[in-house]
């Protein structure tokens, strides 16, 4: 499973990016997929994620701003990131979960930076 991460960015603080991440390979046994950061000094942590079956999960710092969504057509899971704060600056990773082996694959990462 291969995993391409886009829409990153310089942003100011209030302002919105959307990320994309496209999907291709043995896609067939993934049943979620998401989105972490990486803030430097920082552990990765979970910022969204969306099950096969459209149940989505948000980390508490993105409720209220951040939505996440998926088009099975296209492989391809977004991030629509609004009301963007400095402290969300970070890199972004995408994720999949294949469900048979128990196994995540991520993407390169994409970097966010929100200027105050």
């Known amino acids: 499973v291969q995993l391409v991460e886009s829409g990153g960015g310089l942003v100011q603080a209030g302002g919105s990016l959307r990320l994309s991440c496209a999907a291709s390979?043995?896609?067939?046994?993934?049943?979620?997929m998401g989105w972490y950061r990486q803030a430097p000094g920082k552990q990765r942590e979970l910022v969204a994620y969306?099950?096969?079956?459209?149940?989505?999960t948000y980390a508490d710092s993105a409720k209220g701003r951040f939505t996440i969504s998926r088009d099975n057509a296209k492989n391809t899971v977004y991030l629509q990131m609004n009301s963007l704060k400095p402290e969300d600056t970070a890199v972004y990773y995408c994720?999949?979960?294949?469900?048979?082996?128990?196994?995540?694959?991520w993407g390169q990462g994409t970097q966010v930076t929100v200027s105050s």
């Open positions: 994720n999949a979960h294949e469900s048979l082996r128990d196994f995540n694959y």
């Open positions: 969306i099950t096969s079956g459209g149940r989505t």
């Open positions: 390979g043995r896609i067939f046994n993934i049943d979620a």
